[in-house]
């Protein structure tokens, strides 16, 4: 049972324009998100997270949007950079610094 | 954040064989977690590691094949005992810095572990 999913495993986009990554969930106990960014052979980097408290958090040029009601949120990164090509993980938890359950991650590469 | 390292970061075993990877954190934690990431998937929790007590494992994890110490705030291990290739993942450790505004997870550089 896949509580995380995230449908695009891949997505490529212009440098300068919007990166819009999706994430779908069907645990209704989640009440914190984040955004994880993963090059190959290091760990996962921190992004940005919500609570499920807020619609919306912004962080330069990341901001995370939630629907609470859909069970869906979105990563946007603007503007997009080359230096952001790399494999974005959504992930989940029910309390904030509790196990986290993540989706399967979406390739992103922004072309120059 | 927290700096946090991992020992050693990559290796490659003989089935059968047993290998304990460390996790060291450069201040005090809450949590500290161990993942998996096997190969063109994502990451799976295998444990939470307790300070002073049995690690919580999540299902399909056991501790006989997947033994946690924890004997501070700022240190584990996790040994993959008896290995096979399916055994071959990343492993990574997680933690919830003391300090930090958030509890949000940040984690090691991982460790890539290769069964023949």
């Known amino acids: 049972d896949q509580q995380v999913k995230q449908n695009s495993p891949s997505l490529s986009v212009q440098e300068g324009r919007i990166s819009i990554l999706n994430c779908d969930y069907t645990?209704?106990?989640?009440?914190?998100f984040l955004w994880y960014k993963k090059y190959p052979a290091e760990g996962p980097t921190f992004l940005i997270s919500i609570s499920s408290i807020k619609d919306k958090n912004e962080d330069g040029r990341f901001t995370v949007f939630l629907n609470k009601s859909a069970k869906h949120l979105s990563l946007h990164i603007v503007p997009s950079q080359p230096g952001d090509s790399a494999v974005y993980f959504c992930?989940?938890?029910?309390?904030?610094?509790?196990?986290?359950?993540f989706g399967e991650g979406t390739q992103l590469t922004v072309n120059p | 954040s927290a700096v946090i390292s991992q020992k050693p970061s990559r290796d490659i075993c003989q089935r059968g064989t047993s290998l304990t990877i460390q996790c060291q954190v450069d201040?005090?934690?809450?949590?500290m977690f161990w993942y998996r990431q096997q190969p063109g998937q994502s990451l799976t929790l295998i444990a939470t590691?307790?300070?002073?007590?049995?690690?919580?494992?999540e299902s399909g994890f056991v501790i006989d094949k997947f033994p946690i110490s924890r004997p501070n705030l700022t240190f584990s291990t996790l040994t993959v005992s008896n290995m096979s290739p399916e055994d071959s993942s990343i492993y990574l450790c997680s933690v919830v810095p003391l300090a930090a505004p958030t509890d949000t997870q940040y984690f090691g550089p991982g460790t890539r572990l290769t069964v023949l």
């Open positions: 590691a307790n300070q002073g007590s049995e690690a919580t494992y």
């Open positions: 645990n209704s106990m989640f009440d914190y």
């Open positions: 201040s005090q934690v809450t949590m």
């Open positions: 992930a989940a938890s029910e309390t904030s610094g509790s196990r986290l359950t």
